[in-house]
Nanobody, 123 residues
Framework: QVQLVESGGGSVQAGGSLRLSCVAS????????MGWFRQAPGKEREGVAR???????IYADSVKGRFTISRDNAKNTLYLQMNSLKPDDTAMYYC?????????????????WGQGTQVTVSS
């Protein structure tokens, strides 16, 4: 069964950190471009970061220098380390995979979405 399960969200104060995890089953994460996206209430889903098959990364400008995407091939898991969190980072966070060769950070090119994990940052 092809599935992604996110975890690690929670409530933190501004300046705090969280690490999100996304465990994949039914396929191997390092055979795909993997991405993190987020959606706040009333807003469209936006790309946060993506990790290509060969390790290249793309980050949204809003998270550059604060967030780090990585994967553990042995655990078949994708991570998002989030530091210096801001209230604007509050959203539901999702992971997904893409078969696109260039793999731009565009939600339309990703599929197999997980159920999401909520991140809430208070000021």
């Amino acid at each position: 069964q092809v599935q992604l399960v996110e975890s690690g969200g929670g409530s933190v104060q501004a300046g705090g950190s969280l690490r999100l995890s996304c465990v994949a089953s039914g396929y191997t994460v390092n055979n795909y471009c993997m991405g993190w996206f987020r959606q706040a209430p009333g807003k469209e889903r936006e790309g946060v970061a993506r990790l290509g098959r060969y390790g290249t990364t793309i980050y949204a400008d809003s998270v550059k220098g604060r967030f780090t995407i990585s994967r553990d091939n042995a655990k078949n898991t994708l991570y998002l380390q989030m530091n210096s969190l801001k209230p604007d980072d509050t959203a539901m966070y999702y992971c997904a995979r893409s078969s696109s060769t260039s793999c731009p950070l565009s939600s339309g090119l990703f599929a197999g979405w997980g159920q999401g994990t909520q991140v809430t940052v208070s000021s």
